[in-house]
């Protein structure tokens, strides 16, 4: 049994969101960086093909969407925190793309663990459209949890291993720079 917060209800500990966000190297660095979280692995979720590859995703046809799966510390930050900063940091209403990365494994995701997950997910995109927030809609797809399957290891803190490549340097440090300067009371220590 799960211990929550008697409260809100909301369950206590570690717990799991995750989010597809356009390429997953960027979603990774962003939250890599968040306080309450605990680990970020980069996969993929949603699609058709057992264990899938990283080729086989690029090439459109699994039905897969490069996803990050984020452990959290719930008594830290709350998966309103995470949604906050997930919608912050990638352009939620371009379907199958985020800037030059196009296909259907770059749609914007929320794979909702729980009710609870669900719920506030709903609120906030209701409450981005209501707000103007954007010139266009929200399209990040709900989705109920599936199964992750996760990248290859080479993917792992890729933005960390990596800044002098190219991407990084152009597509992913302003992303987290962006994230930096706008979260600044979210960032670890």
Not at 81 to 91: P, S
Not at 166 to 186: E, H, L, N, S, T
Request: proline share 5%; aromatic share 12%.
């Amino acid at each position: 049994m799960q211990n929550t917060n008697e409260t809100t209800g909301a369950a206590l500990g570690p717990q799991v969101a995750v989010f597809g966000g356009g390429c997953f190297w960027c979603t990774e660095a962003v939250f890599t960086a968040m306080k309450g979280v605990l680990s970020v692995q980069s996969g993929y979720c949603g699609g058709s093909v057992q264990n899938p590859t990283y080729e086989q995703v690029c090439g459109k046809d699994t039905g897969h969407i490069e996803v990050v799966k984020i452990e959290f510390d719930s008594q830290q930050v709350d998966f309103a925190a995470l949604l906050e900063v997930f919608f912050a940091t990638h352009d939620p209403t371009t379907p199958g793309r985020q800037g030059n990365d196009v296909g259907p494994q770059y749609q914007s995701a929320v794979f909702y663990q729980d009710e609870a997950q669900q719920e506030l997910t709903q609120q906030y995109i209701a409450h981005l459209e209501q707000s103007g927030a954007y010139d266009a809609p929200v399209c990040t797809e709900l989705r109920a949890a599936a199964k992750f399957w996760p990248a290859e290891q080479y993917h792992a803190d890729y933005f960390a291993l990596h800044p002098e490549q190219g991407y990084c340097q152009f597509v992913i440090a302003p992303k987290v720079q962006k994230f930096r300067q706008k979260f600044a009371a979210k960032l670890k220590g």
